[in-house]
C-alpha cells in the first residue's frame, strides 16, 4: 500500500489498482479525489471535508463510494436521495471491506476543543490493519501499527500531546498530518521536537514525506 499526504489531514493510499482517499478537506490539494474509487470521513469539520464538493463528485462519478459519521454521511446525500447507496454511515466497531481495503472503524468522539464548545463526532479509519488515520483525536489502535497519522497542530492540541500520542501508540513509523496551520518554520519546529533532537517518541520512527513523494506501508 502507497501513501502520499494530500495536504493537511488528507491522505491518499494506493494498492493494487485501487485508491482511498481519507479526509479530503478544504485545506486539502485542489486534485485529492482524482482517481479516488472510495472517500473516509472522520467528522464534521471543514478541513477534513466539504460536503457540496463532495456531493459534486458523487454526482460526476457513479463509481465513487464515500463512508462517514452518520451526520455527515447526511450532509453529503443532502436533498439528492439517489446518492443514499453510496455514501455509508461508519460507526466504531464497524469492520468494512471499502475498494479492496479493509477497513476498522474506530474511536468515536473528536478531541476537546474547549469545556463550552460541544464535542463532534469523530472516528478512526484503521485500514488493513497496517494504517491508523484517527481524525481529531488521540485514538490509540488495539496493536502495533505500521503507520501511525498523527496530528501535530490544531486549537484542539499541543506539541506535548502529539509526542504522548505517538509514544502511546508504538507504531513503527509517525507521518505528520493535521499541519496546514503551520508556516514551513513552523513545521520545522515541531519536527525538531517530534525527531531525533526532541525528547524522544519511543521506538517510533518519525518520517515527513517531501512533496509528491510516496511512503511505503506494511
Known sequence: MDLTLLGHACVRLDKDGSR??????AFSATEALEGADAVLITH?????????????????RPDLAVWAPEGVAAAIVG???SLADRVHAAAPGDHVDVA???????????A???????????????????LLHPGDSFTLPDAEVD????????PWMKVAEAIDYVRAAAARRAVPIHDAIYTDGGKGLVD????????GTGGTEYVRPQPGETVTVG
Open 20 to 25: 482511498l482517499v481519507i479526509d479530503p478537506g
Open 44 to 60: 464534521e469539520h471543514v478541513d477534513h471535508v466539504v460536503p457540496d464538493e463532495l456531493r459534486a463528485a458523487l454526482v460526476g
Open 79 to 81: 436533498d439528492d436521495d
Open 100 to 110: 479492496g481495503f479493509a477497513v476498522d472503524v474506530v474511536g468515536g468522539t473528536h
Open 112 to 130: 476537546v476543543i474547549h469545556p463550552d464548545v460541544p464535542q463532534a463526532a469523530n472516528v478512526g479509519y484503521l485500514v488493513d490493519g497496517v
Open 147 to 154: 503507520v501511525l497519522l498523527v496530528p501535530v497542530a490544531g
Open 192 to 199: 525538531r521536537l517530534l525527531g531525533p533532537q526532541g525528547p
